[in-house]
Protein backbone atom coordinates (compact mmCIF):
# COMPACT_ATOMS: atom_id res chain seq x y z
CA UNK A 1 0.00 0.00 0.00
CA UNK A 2 1.51 3.22 -0.90
CA UNK A 3 -0.05 6.96 -0.51
CA UNK A 4 -1.43 8.90 -3.47
CA UNK A 5 0.95 11.81 -4.70
CA UNK A 6 3.95 10.23 -3.37
CA UNK A 7 6.86 8.67 -5.71
CA UNK A 8 9.23 6.25 -4.87
CA UNK A 9 12.52 7.74 -4.50
CA UNK A 10 16.35 7.02 -4.51
CA UNK A 11 18.17 7.25 -1.06
CA UNK A 12 20.93 9.76 -1.29
CA UNK A 13 24.61 8.43 -0.62
CA UNK A 14 24.79 10.95 1.85
CA UNK A 15 22.06 10.49 3.78
CA UNK A 16 21.79 11.48 7.22
CA UNK A 17 18.39 9.92 9.77
CA UNK A 18 17.65 13.44 11.16
CA UNK A 19 14.25 12.53 12.91
CA UNK A 20 11.28 10.61 13.33
CA UNK A 21 7.62 11.41 12.59
CA UNK A 22 5.45 11.11 15.65
CA UNK A 23 2.10 12.07 13.89
CA UNK A 24 -0.50 14.30 12.32
CA UNK A 25 -0.30 17.93 13.51
CA UNK A 26 -3.73 19.72 12.87
CA UNK A 27 -5.94 19.31 10.35
CA UNK A 28 -4.04 20.52 7.56
CA UNK A 29 -1.51 17.55 6.63
CA UNK A 30 1.25 18.80 9.05
CA UNK A 31 3.18 16.45 11.01
CA UNK A 32 5.34 16.40 14.28
CA UNK A 33 8.70 15.26 13.87
CA UNK A 34 11.14 14.21 16.90
CA UNK A 35 14.41 15.68 15.70
CA UNK A 36 17.39 13.46 16.68
CA UNK A 37 19.26 17.16 17.28
CA UNK A 38 18.76 19.22 19.80
CA UNK A 39 19.42 22.03 16.94
CA UNK A 40 17.49 20.56 13.93
CA UNK A 41 18.75 23.05 11.30
CA UNK A 42 19.25 20.00 8.34
CA UNK A 43 15.13 19.72 8.85
CA UNK A 44 15.21 23.51 8.46
CA UNK A 45 17.89 24.27 5.98
CA UNK A 46 16.85 21.04 3.38
CA UNK A 47 13.32 21.34 1.23
CA UNK A 48 13.51 17.56 0.46
CA UNK A 49 13.20 15.20 2.82
CA UNK A 50 13.20 11.28 1.68
CA UNK A 51 11.43 8.62 4.22
CA UNK A 52 11.38 5.28 4.79
CA UNK A 53 8.80 3.36 6.72
CA UNK A 54 9.68 2.42 10.53
CA UNK A 55 11.45 -0.66 11.27
CA UNK A 56 8.47 -1.51 13.89
CA UNK A 57 6.28 -4.17 12.77
CA UNK A 58 2.68 -2.82 12.42
CA UNK A 59 0.56 -0.91 10.20
CA UNK A 60 2.87 0.54 7.59
CA UNK A 61 0.90 2.82 5.16
CA UNK A 62 4.05 2.99 2.15
CA UNK A 63 7.15 1.01 1.30
CA UNK A 64 10.09 1.73 0.28
CA UNK A 65 12.12 5.45 -0.13
CA UNK A 66 9.77 8.15 -0.61
CA UNK A 67 10.90 12.12 -0.91
CA UNK A 68 8.71 14.57 0.38
CA UNK A 69 8.85 18.48 -0.61
CA UNK A 70 8.61 20.34 2.14
CA UNK A 71 6.91 23.82 2.34
CA UNK A 72 7.47 24.59 5.67
CA UNK A 73 9.40 23.63 8.88
CA UNK A 74 9.18 24.91 11.87
CA UNK A 75 9.90 24.87 15.93
CA UNK A 76 7.50 23.60 18.02
CA UNK A 77 7.93 23.02 22.02
CA UNK A 78 10.96 19.96 22.05
CA UNK A 79 9.47 18.89 18.02
CA UNK A 80 9.51 20.36 14.91
CA UNK A 81 6.15 20.91 12.68
CA UNK A 82 6.21 20.27 8.85
CA UNK A 83 4.24 20.40 5.47
CA UNK A 84 4.99 19.13 2.61
CA UNK A 85 3.33 19.47 -0.64
CA UNK A 86 2.60 15.62 -1.28
CA UNK A 87 0.73 15.50 2.23
CA UNK A 88 -2.54 17.38 1.72
CA UNK A 89 -4.82 16.48 5.33
CA UNK A 90 -4.78 15.05 8.54
CA UNK A 91 -5.54 11.66 7.05
CA UNK A 92 -2.35 11.49 4.78
CA UNK A 93 -0.45 13.04 7.72
CA UNK A 94 -1.64 9.89 9.96
CA UNK A 95 -0.34 7.40 7.31
CA UNK A 96 3.51 8.89 8.23
CA UNK A 97 3.51 8.15 11.29
CA UNK A 98 6.94 6.07 12.76
CA UNK A 99 8.43 7.11 9.25
CA UNK A 100 12.32 7.68 9.74
CA UNK A 101 13.32 11.22 7.93
CA UNK A 102 16.57 10.98 6.04
CA UNK A 103 18.20 14.50 4.67
CA UNK A 104 21.34 14.37 2.28
CA UNK A 105 24.40 15.54 4.52
CA UNK A 106 24.97 18.05 1.55
CA UNK A 107 22.06 20.28 2.42
CA UNK A 108 23.19 20.49 5.42
CA UNK A 109 24.16 24.11 6.62
CA UNK A 110 27.70 24.67 6.84
CA UNK A 111 28.64 24.81 10.93
CA UNK A 112 30.39 27.84 11.82
CA UNK A 113 34.19 27.38 12.83
CA UNK A 114 34.99 25.06 15.72
CA UNK A 115 31.47 23.54 15.38
CA UNK A 116 30.59 19.97 14.46
CA UNK A 117 28.24 17.93 13.28
CA UNK A 118 28.02 14.76 15.35
CA UNK A 119 27.87 12.86 12.34
CA UNK A 120 30.98 14.02 10.63
CA UNK A 121 32.66 13.01 14.06
CA UNK A 122 31.75 9.37 14.40
CA UNK A 123 34.05 6.87 12.76
CA UNK A 124 37.30 9.59 13.36
CA UNK A 125 40.38 7.99 15.37
CA UNK A 126 41.53 9.70 18.39
CA UNK A 127 45.09 9.89 19.10
CA UNK A 128 46.86 11.82 22.59
CA UNK A 129 49.43 14.30 22.00
CA UNK A 130 52.38 11.76 22.07
CA UNK A 131 50.47 10.07 19.14
CA UNK A 132 48.99 6.54 21.08
CA UNK A 133 45.65 5.66 19.76
CA UNK A 134 42.92 5.71 22.14
CA UNK A 135 39.88 4.66 19.99
CA UNK A 136 37.63 5.60 16.89
CA UNK A 137 34.46 7.35 17.87
CA UNK A 138 31.61 5.08 18.18
CA UNK A 139 29.09 7.56 18.99
CA UNK A 140 28.57 11.58 21.02
CA UNK A 141 26.59 11.20 24.20
CA UNK A 142 24.80 15.05 25.54
CA UNK A 143 25.78 15.20 29.10
CA UNK A 144 24.28 18.18 30.31
CA UNK A 145 26.53 21.24 29.99
CA UNK A 146 28.67 19.36 27.33
CA UNK A 147 28.99 16.43 24.96
CA UNK A 148 31.10 13.23 25.19
CA UNK A 149 33.02 11.25 23.11
CA UNK A 150 32.31 7.55 22.92
CA UNK A 151 35.35 5.33 21.51
CA UNK A 152 35.57 1.84 20.78
CA UNK A 153 39.23 0.63 21.28
CA UNK A 154 40.53 -3.08 21.71
CA UNK A 155 42.47 -4.26 24.58
CA UNK A 156 43.92 -7.75 25.30
CA UNK A 157 41.21 -9.24 22.72
CA UNK A 158 38.37 -7.49 24.12
CA UNK A 159 36.23 -4.78 22.88
CA UNK A 160 35.94 -1.38 25.10
CA UNK A 161 34.70 1.87 25.49
CA UNK A 162 36.46 5.05 26.87
CA UNK A 163 34.58 8.54 27.05
CA UNK A 164 36.27 11.46 26.66
CA UNK A 165 34.63 14.81 27.09
CA UNK A 166 34.41 17.06 23.86
CA UNK A 167 35.64 20.70 25.68
CA UNK A 168 38.75 22.85 24.56
CA UNK A 169 39.94 21.54 27.62
CA UNK A 170 41.16 18.14 26.31
CA UNK A 171 40.32 18.23 22.52
CA UNK A 172 43.61 20.14 20.72
CA UNK A 173 42.46 19.70 17.00
CA UNK A 174 39.80 18.18 14.71
CA UNK A 175 41.04 16.92 11.06
CA UNK A 176 38.23 16.13 9.41
CA UNK A 177 39.85 15.54 6.55
CA UNK A 178 42.50 13.35 8.18
CA UNK A 179 39.91 11.74 9.64
CA UNK A 180 41.65 12.28 12.98
CA UNK A 181 40.91 13.90 16.47
CA UNK A 182 44.10 14.32 18.68
CA UNK A 183 43.27 14.97 22.73
CA UNK A 184 44.89 16.01 26.13
CA UNK A 185 44.03 12.39 27.06
CA UNK A 186 46.10 9.29 28.25
CA UNK A 187 45.30 5.75 28.01
CA UNK A 188 45.39 5.28 31.67
CA UNK A 189 42.54 8.04 32.43
Known amino acids: ?16 EVG ?3 DAWGVKGWFKIQPFSASPEALFSSKRWFIQ ?4 PGKVSFSGTV ?5 QARDHADTVVASAHEIPDRQAAEQ ?3 ARIFVSRASFPTPDEGEYY ?3 LIGLSVVNREGIGLGVVKDLLATGPQTTLVLTYEE ?6 RMIPFVSAFVDAVDLAGRQITVDWQPDY
Open 1 to 16: MSLPGLEPAELPADAV
Open 20 to 22: RIL
Open 53 to 56: PSER
Open 67 to 71: CLSIK
Open 96 to 98: LKG
Open 118 to 120: WVD
Open 156 to 161: AGKQLE
